[in-house]
C-alpha cells in the first residue's frame, strides 16, 4: 500500500509519497504547467477524488488570478482547462478571488468547492468545470456575511450530512467566515444557519441567529459535528438544534483547525491558538490535542515534535487524515513543516521541513 | 490592419507559445477591449490570466498601448491606431 500527501502552500504545491507512513519522499515545488508562474502560486485547497484519485489544486496567482489544476497520476503532470473551472456566471456581478475547499461526494464525479467571495460551486465532471449553487449565493442573508481576516470564504464543505441521524445524499453543511454554519436538505434549493450555541465575540448579540466566523467544522464516523469557532470549540449531532461547548480543557478556545478521527467516534484532533489577537500556540510549543471522549476532555499529543519555543500555527486546511482503516494524521504549519502519525502510535514523524507556510493538506491511500 | 501583441514569456504558453500575437482588425481605432476580446476568442486560458470573469484587468497586470499603461489612457476603452503594439506585462508585485 502507498500513501499519497499533497501539500498546498503559499508559494507552491508540493507532494510527498510513502509506502509506511514512516519514510517520506517529498517532491516540489511541482510545476503545474508550462507558464513557469507556478513557483509564486498560493494553493489554498487540494483534493484527492476518493473514487478516481485525481488529485485537484486551487491556486491564485497574485498577477494571473485563480484557478483549478488536476492531475491523474498522483500529481506527476497537470492540467487546466482551457475555459476557466470555477467563474460567477455573466448576471452575478462578481468575480472568483480563490477556491479554499474540494468536497467530493459518494457520486463519482460530483465534487463541491467552497470559494471566496462566499460561494459555493458544485462539479459533476470530477472538477474540470463547476457550477454556482445559486440558492446560496442569492441567500437573503448575504448582506449581513462580511470577511474574516482570511477573507470572506465558504471554507468547509461536508456533503450528504446534517446531523447524526445518517447520511443523505440531498443534505450538504458548510461553514463560512463570516456567516457561520448552512445547511440544506434540498440539494442545494434552500439553506439555513445551523448556529444556535456557537458564539460570536465581534457582534453585539453573544449568540446570533448567524454570522458567527466559525473556522473549521469535522464530522465524526458516527455523526457527530465538531467545530473551531472564532474562539469557541463546539459539538453537535444535530446543529440545527444547537451546539454544545467542548473547550474545557484546551490550552485556548482558538484555533483554525480540527480533523475528526474517521473510524473511530470521539475522537478528534484539535490545533490551539492563543487567540484572535495573537496568532501563535500557547505557551509557543507545537502541541496538537486529541479527545477520545467528544470533547469532555483533552490531552496533548505532541511526541516526536519540537520541543524548543514555536512559532507557527496550523491553519484551518493545514490538518486532515488519510482515511485508512489504521488513519493516518497529517498536519502542516505557516513555518513550513509538515508531521504525520499513524493510528494510535502517539508520536508524530516529521515527513517535511522549511516549506513555505503550509495553507492545505490532504492525503490518501494510493 | 492590425495591431501586435506582446506577451511575456510568463504567458506565452497559454498562446501555444508565442510571443507576438497579430490581431485583425475590421477598421482602425478600435478600444482596446475589442483586441482583447478577438485574443480571448482565440485564447480563452491566456484571457483569464489578463482580465477577471467581469472583464476588468487585473490589478498587477499592465497593458500598454504604446508605451503609455492604459489605465494613464481610457483604460479598456483606450483607442489602439492600427499598426500599435499592444504589450501585456505582470506588473512589480509578488515573488
Known sequence: MAYLLVIGTRKGLFRATSDDRRHWEVSGPLRLDDDGYADMMGIYAVGIDPHTRRVLAGAESPHFGPSVWHSDDLGRTWSEPEKAPIAFPDDVEESLTRAWQFAFTGEPGEVYAGAEPHSLFRSTDGGLHFELVRALWEHPHRKDWFPGAGGGAVHTVIPGRVDARGTDPRAVTVAMSTGGVYQTRDGGASWAPANAGITATFLPEETPEYGQCVHKVAVGPDGAFYAQNHHGVFRSTDPAQGWTSIADGLPSDFGFALVAHPGRPGTALNFPVISESCHLPPEHRLRPHRTDDGGRSWYPVDAGLPTEPYYGIVLRDGAATDGAEEPGFYFGTRSGDVYATVGDSGSWTQVAAHLPDVLCVRAAEV | ?95
Open chain 2, 1 to 95: 490592419m492590425s495591431v501586435t501583441v506582446i506577451l511575456p514569456q510568463v504567458l506565452q504558453a497559454d498562446a501555444g507559445g508565442a510571443k507576438h500575437i497579430a490581431v485583425e482588425r475590421p477598421a482602425g481605432g478600435e478600444p482596446l477591449r475589442a483586441v482583447l476580446d478577438e485574443l480571448a476568442r482565440r485564447h480563452p486560458r491566456l484571457d483569464r490570466r489578463v482580465r477577471d470573469e467581469q472583464g476588468a484587468l487585473r490589478r498587477f497586470v499592465n497593458v500598454f498601448v504604446g508605451d503609455e499603461e492604459c489605465r494613464a489612457l481610457a483604460g479598456l476603452d483606450t483607442p489602439v491606431p492600427d499598426g500599435s503594439e499592444v504589450r501585456i506585462l505582470p506588473s512589480v508585485a509578488g515573488g
